[in-house]
């Protein structure tokens, strides 16, 4: 599959004069906005309402406005928004919080909620309004306590929940137009119908996004470099494998990969490491298992261990680089890391510079490194999302099992131990998660869910091992189907199936006496435990 066909299909034309901004008011969904929107052939830039105003009162107008949610209610924020709509030409779309921003200013009647309406939701479409590809009933996700229960003047109720909450306006005259759910995400089943007829049909804006852009847009930011000499702290994951595949394809051997091997691995992911050094990236493997076990022992609070395990990582990772770098007099100015989209948002501050989302986790890739050891950052996927990293894989010929691996978090086990880390509860993770992999491998499995592992439990349950009562710990299984994780399902999995890996994990994994099944969708859980 060619990266344009996945975008827009083969023929369709393309346009220079699409110019949108999503005014991001701090929803954690707010970068899927841009995602489905890519999907539809529409570029977005996501802009915070004060860098709006700023480019609003200089003159310089978008073609369109889209409006995100936000955690704060329209009653507790206190900002003037009446800059969005001094210009009438100019299209809007209001999303959950941007709708109740429309209804305050256009003086309709914004009731604040007080038991909050959060999940899947019955829409219907009222007035004879109707969606193009969309049925006249659908299910649609909120995430509100927030609601309009008179529509402002001009503006007509387009859909409704089935509980009567307005669901949808249109204004009569203007191009502008609100939405109570959020149809970027996945569990809204017509969600990119909804966005489509915004940009078609009351913005009628251009397309202007296909997959050359995508790939010269990553092109470009490699390009920067120039002559300097590039170091890559390679995980193995797909993301620094397309990142290291392209900038090696524009900078040639002035790109040096280092693989840290932390010892919170699973068998599947150092043999990929060692394939990959054979011929296809130049690659360094570090032992640092000692460090990181010593680094690790006695923390329990989850936030605390990523740190421990990010601070080994940069005392291993700076050391390696000043022995190589005296050894083979080369200085480096960049470090290329694989950082995409869905890592920026979940580890920017409420208050972060591009944006208003709430953090949620920390993230190994992303700050910390550069400040420490002076270099600039290179990062051509930052603009990305993970099903388009995998595409872009594809294009650039790498083999289709290694860019459709399942992903697999920078610390590693460390974060699928729940409790303190030990040698004996890292090895049950790692013997459970390789029957796992087996056996999703035999069953012909491995491609119906895009991320499969195990999660050690520090409880201990009753069982019978034998003739005698066992008392052991416990082993989750953890499987989801997402195509950016921003939000996922969780998979349903053949009973034999998952039969078979619980009867292998309790037999051959010593100390494990059960096995459970995660069935939590995101949101409300994250996918990792930890």
Not at 109 to 135: A, D, L, R, T
Not at 329 to 354: A, R, W
Not at 380 to 396: A, N, Q, T
Not at 472 to 497: K, Q, Y
Request: charged share 25%; proline share 5%.
């Amino acid at each position: 599959m060619r990266l344009g066909e996945v975008f827009l299909g083969k023929n369709k034309k393309m346009s220079d004069n699409s110019k949108i901004w999503i005014v991001d008011f701090g929803s954690q969904y707010t970068l899927l906005i841009t995602r489905k929107s890519r999907d539809l052939g529409y570029s977005c830039k996501i802009v915070t309402p004060k860098t709006a105003k700023g480019l609003i009162q200089r003159g310089d107008l978008p073609n369109a406005l889209v409006l995100s949610g936000g955690p704060a209610s329209v009653f507790e924020d206190k900002q003037d928004y009446s800059f969005l709509f001094k210009n009438p030409e100019i299209p809007i779309l209001g999303i959950c919080f941007g709708m109740h921003v429309i209804g305050q200013h256009f003086k309709g009647v914004v009731e604040k909620g007080v038991i909050g309406e959060y999940g899947p939701v019955k829409i219907h479409m009222v007035n004879n309004f109707g969606i193009e590809g969309c049925p006249p009933e659908s299910n649609v996700w909120m995430s509100h306590s927030d609601h309009i229960i008179e529509a402002p003047l001009g503006f007509e109720v387009i859909m409704r929940t089935g509980n009567k909450i307005i669901g949808g306006i249109l204004h009569q005259n203007l191009p502008i137009m609100g939405i109570q759910f959020h149809p970027e995400v996945e569990h809204t089943h017509y969600g990119k119908f909804f966005l489509k007829h915004f940009f078609e049909n009351v913005a009628k804006v251009s397309q202007d996004w296909d997959s050359t852009k995508m790939l010269v847009q990553s092109e470009k930011l490699v390009q920067k470099v120039g002559n300097s000499y590039v170091l890559c702290a390679f995980s193995g994951g797909v993301d620094s494998l397309v990142a290291a595949t392209l900038t090696q394809r524009i900078i040639g051997d002035r790109l040096h990969c280092f693989f840290v091997d932390n010892g919170l691995l699973r068998p599947q992911d150092l043999q990929h490491i060692k394939t990959l050094s054979r011929g296809t990236l130049n690659i360094e493997i570090i032992d640092a298992r000692e460090q990181f076990y010593s680094a690790c022992e006695g923390i329990l609070d989850p936030e605390s261990k990523r740190k421990a395990i990010g601070r080994t990582f940069i005392d291993v990772f700076e050391q390696k680089i000043i022995d190589f770098q005296k050894e083979y007099q080369i200085e480096f100015e960049y470090l290329l890391q694989g950082t995409l989209y869905p890592d920026v948002i979940e580890s920017l501050s409420p208050h972060g510079k591009k944006g208003g989302s709430e953090t949620i986790k920390s993230h190994h890739n992303v700050g910390g490194l550069p400040e420490r050891m002076k270099l600039k950052l290179l990062e051509p996927l930052k603009f990305l999302f993970k099903d388009e990293v995998r595409v872009m894989g594809e294009e650039l010929g790498l083999k289709q099992k290694w860019i459709w691996r399942h992903p697999f978090p920078g610390p590693g086990i460390g974060v699928r131990v729940l409790g303190e880390l030990n040698r004996s509860s890292i090895k049950k993770v790692q013997e459970s998660d390789q029957i796992l992999f087996e056996e999703l491998n035999h069953f012909s499995l491995y491609n119906s869910t895009w991320q499969a592992f195990t999660v050690f439990l520090p409880v201990k349950t009753v069982g019978v091992k034998g003739d005698s009562r066992s008392y052991e710990n416990v082993i989750c299984l953890r499987m989801v189907n997402s195509t950016d994780g921003m939000t996922a399902e969780w998979s349903d999995m053949p009973h034999s199936f998952l039969k078979k890996v619980s009867n292998r994990i309790t037999n051959e994994v010593e100390g494990i006496t059960r096995v459970v099944y995660d069935i939590t969708s995101k949101p409300p859980g994250t996918i990792e435990w930890e």
